[in-house]
């Protein structure tokens, strides 16, 4: 149960409780083998040694098939209950993972590979179902139904209950020696599994670029060998596993001979009646029944236990989840926000590094964006502009200082109720597979044929809709594919007019367009700016052209703030700057 350890969702029983119907099943199943196994002995003893007539028998036989019936229904009574367990905890676990991932944004998701979490969300969730309702409750059936037979054989027969005690030990000694192999080699056929999906996706992903530079054929062959190695992997995952099957089969094939054999034996020289012997007989199997089949359940559960251990890595990861007042678990109820107002926005002495041992990206940041006021961040390549998008958009959190919203701090936040009221448009925007339609309403679901056709337009979209063959209900495909930069670029300004929020992070929006194009968004972009609270992250010097004042970033810090105008006349930073940018104010 080790493997579940922090996995399970808030209100999700946990698996000695979830399992107890599973258990408390099977081990009332295990009870019905013993009734079975005496009613059938004494039915024989009184047929053959007590010439007993059929109509005698009837009570005992009518008892038996009841007890075959009882025991088949607690059978089937343990694997619903035991997957009923599972499916919920999936259900759970999944929507946990899904929720995780979207929290911690950009910063992590973004260093993994697609095809790799896609396969732990999927394949490794699914890979659990035999680890909760296989493998668990087999692991308590293993010492309860064993225990219980050997008790009634030792009821029954004390010598034979002996010769089993001695010989049942072997099977867990094997089953413990062969685990130990095949947890090393199922880690090593996860490990060669999220590899190949990973490699797959970002094959996918990549084809028509693979295609267009004559690489397709190659990557074929890369994608055969690395199927090649997991099935490899794979194979020597089921030759050990059917290794282990065999042994199992042999040493509980050999400790039910030993039994027949002794008893046989006290049978002919009249040491133990009939009815015990065919009694003891009848058990000896039963007993290594339960073992035998949490053999073959390690087996198919050692697969999830490999999943559980990367979904816990995901979950542990740090992002804005470890603020307090996200979690949920001890902290403050989050703070409302004030209504649809521009708020002011203030960057208190933040500190941020996305290392530990490396130069932090914002250090001693101070910083204050007044309201219905744009503030473009400008600075060389790494001073922090990003970083502090980030930081306001809740894909970061400081690790020293705070981030203010009308003086509240951002981190008190209800984080799904800030981000309604942010509209984002990223260097780098991402679509979705669907329709051009579909794209835009991502930012308002209700919005109207007319407000749809004035974003259209000031992002300088109307055009484009009009050459596209079917107009806004043109499929884009996968990540805009069928679109330019500079026409997914005006998609995602077209969303943030749409949206109509008072909070606006721009970052570059301008960078992927042509210069006609640029002066048609770049006007959008002051009528998206009026009467909005607004930080643009600017690397091209048209795009300062919304922004009411500048910040000047060097080595994380502020080292120069004021309007566009005054910078460039007084400032020592700025002018340089624009200068390498080639232009002036």
């Known amino acids: 149960m080790r493997a579940l350890s922090g996995l399970l969702p808030e209100g999700t029983p946990q698996p000695a409780r979830g399992l107890l119907p599973a258990v408390l099943s099977g081990t009332l199943a295990g009870l019905a083998v013993l009734v079975q196994a005496e009613l059938l002995s004494r039915a024989l003893d009184r047929a053959f040694l007590g010439r007993a007539p059929i109509g005698a028998l009837a009570p005992l036989l009518v008892a038996l098939v009841t007890a075959a019936a009882a025991r088949a229904l607690l059978v089937w009574l343990q694997e619903v209950s035991a997957q009923g367990y599972s499916s919920r905890v999936r259900l759970a676990l999944r929507d946990r993972l899904v929720r995780r991932l979207l929290a911690l944004g950009p910063r992590i998701t973004s260093a993994e590979r697609t095809g790799e979490l896609s396969n732990t969300l999927l394949g490794g969730v699914e890979a659990l179902d035999s680890y909760l309702a296989q493998y668990l409750p087999q692991t308590a059936l293993a010492g309860i139904v064993p225990s219980l037979v050997l008790a009634a054989v030792a009821w029954r027969d004390p010598p034979s209950a002996l010769v089993l005690l001695v010989t049942l030990p072997l099977v867990p000694l094997f089953m413990w020696l062969i685990g130990s192999a095949a947890q090393a080699r199922a880690q090593r056929q996860w490990e060669t599994l999220s590899r190949l999906a990973a490699r797959f996706h970002d094959a996918i992903a990549g084809l028509a670029t693979l295609r267009a530079f004559g690489r397709a054929d190659d990557e074929a062959v890369s994608l055969e060998a690395a199927g090649e190695r997991h099935r490899a992997v794979t194979m020597g995952v089921l030759k050990l596993a059917m290794a282990s099957a065999l042994a199992l089969e042999a040493l509980a094939t050999l400790g039910t001979a030993v039994v027949a054999v002794e008893v046989g034996l006290r049978l002919l020289y009249a040491r133990i009646a009939f009815r015990e012997a065919f009694f003891v007989l009848v058990l000896a199997p039963e007993l290594f029944r339960p073992l035998r089949a949490l053999g073959a359940a390690y087996h198919a559960g050692l697969a999830g236990r490999e999943a559980a251990a990367r979904m816990a890595d995901l979950l542990r990861e740090t992002g804005p989840l470890a603020a307090p007042g996200i979690l949920g678990i001890g902290a403050a109820p989050p703070v409302p926000l004030a209504g649809g107002r521009p708020p002011r926005i203030r960057f208190e002495s933040v500190r941020f590094g996305y290392e530990r041992s490396g130069p932090p990206a914002l250090d001693g940041f101070t910083l204050a964006i007044e309201p219905a006021t744009t503030l473009a961040l400008v600075g060389p390549s790494g001073a922090g502009k990003t970083t502090a998008a980030h930081l306001l958009l809740r894909f970061l959190e400081p690790d020293e200082g705070r981030v203010l919203v009308d003086g509240a701090p951002l981190s008190a936040l209800a984080p799904e109720a800030w981000r309604r009221r ?164």
């Not at 339609?437 to 055009?463: F, H, K, M, S, V």
């Not at 596209?468 to 679109?483: D, I, K, Q, S």
């Not at 770049?522 to 690397?539: E, I, K, S």
């Open 422 to 585: 942010v509209a984002w448009v990223a260097q780098h925007p991402r679509l979705f597979h669907g329709t051009l339609l579909e794209n835009l309403r991502l930012a308002r679901t209700d919005a109207t044929a007319a407000e749809i056709g004035r974003c259209l337009e000031l992002a300088g979209l109307e055009e484009l809709v009009r050459l596209l063959p079917r107009g806004l209900e043109t499929p884009v495909g996968e990540g805009g594919e069928r679109l330019s930069g500079g026409e997914a670029q005006r998609v995602a300004l077209a969303r943030a007019f749409l949206k109509d929020a008072p909070v606006v992070v721009l970052d570059e929006p301008t960078a992927q367009l042509d210069l006609a194009t640029e002066a048609a968004v770049v006007a959008g972009m002051r009528q998206l700016c009026r009467g909005r609270t607004v930080l643009l992250v600017a690397h091209r010097l048209t795009t300062l052209a919304a922004a009411d004042r500048v910040a000047v970033l060097a080595r994380g810090r502020v080292v120069e703030e004021g309007a566009p105008a005054e910078l460039a006349a007084s400032g020592a930073v700025y002018p340089r700057l624009l200068a390498a940018w080639g232009g002036t104010a």
